[in-house]
């Protein structure tokens, strides 16, 4: 079966400093992959999909990057965060076709000091 | 503009009583998906549905696609404490796309 891991849980970094958020997929190969921010207890935006190893499409502009580096392997970065970047952001992934349904991560609790 | 309006936005109600959750669009959907989220947590997939009119029903829940698939409703029978979370609707555009359209989701609370 397939599981995707997500972390860390939860992360408490100051403002200005760097961010690596990991996630990885088990069980299936090829899969669309994506990052979304979801603020308290509502919808989620869209940051970034990739549809490939190195293919990343951004979604909103922002102080955000994403990478793929291995085929089930998904990182958001940051090289100098900023209060707004705090929020619950959210990995999953897809079977690599259109309109598939997705399947999250437990996601990451982001809180900037 | 959300592409996917989701009604009511939140709801509160006593263990029992029944429910009824909208997900509506002016925009023609291949299939539309329910999830629900726990606080923490990432949404866990419910149910997808593809074809206009299509009913299913995953125990005490029922779901619906409009029969011009634009719109989805979930019906939850006699509520219960565990139910509680937020409910996401999300849709795959006509096309074929992919990044599905969230709706912002219905916050459910049920009471004891």
């Known amino acids: 079966s397939q599981t995707i891991h997500q972390w860390p849980a939860t992360l408490v970094q100051p403002v200005g400093s760097p961010l690596s958020l990991e996630c990885t997929v088990e069980?299936?190969?090829?899969?669309?992959l994506y990052w979304y921010r979801q603020a308290a207890g509502r919808g989620l935006q869209l940051l970034f999909y990739?549809?490939?190893?190195?293919?990343i499409s951004s979604e909103v502009p922002q102080n955000l990057s994403a990478s793929r580096p291995q085929d089930r392997q998904f990182i958001l970065s940051s090289k100098k965060l900023l209060l707004s970047d705090s929020g619950f952001y959210l990995c999953?992934?897809?079977?690599?076709?259109?309109?598939?349904?997705?399947?999250f991560g437990d996601g990451t609790r982001l809180s900037i000091l | 503009t959300q592409l996917l309006e989701q009604s009511p936005q939140f709801l509160s109600i006593q263990e029992g009583e029944n429910l009824t959750v909208y997900c509506n669009s002016s925009?023609?959907?291949?299939?539309l998906q329910w999830y629900r989220q726990e606080p923490g947590e990432g949404p866990v997939l419910l149910v997808t549905?593809?074809?206009?009119?299509e009913v299913k029903k995953l125990k005490r829940l029922t779901f619906q696609f409009g029969d011009a698939r634009k719109d989805s409703s979930l019906h939850i029978t006699a509520a219960q404490p565990g139910d509680t979370g937020l409910y996401l609707c999300?849709?795959?555009?006509?096309?074929?796309?992919?990044?599905?359209?969230f709706g912002r989701g219905t916050s459910l609370i049920v009471h004891p």
């Open positions: 549905v593809v074809t206009g009119g």
């Open positions: 069980g299936t190969s090829n899969p669309n």
């Open positions: 999953a992934w897809s079977v690599l076709a259109k309109s598939q349904p997705q399947h």
């Open positions: 925009s023609v959907f291949s299939s």
């Open positions: 999300a849709g795959a555009r006509t096309g074929g796309s992919y990044i599905p359209t």
């Open positions: 990739s549809v490939g190893i190195g293919q």
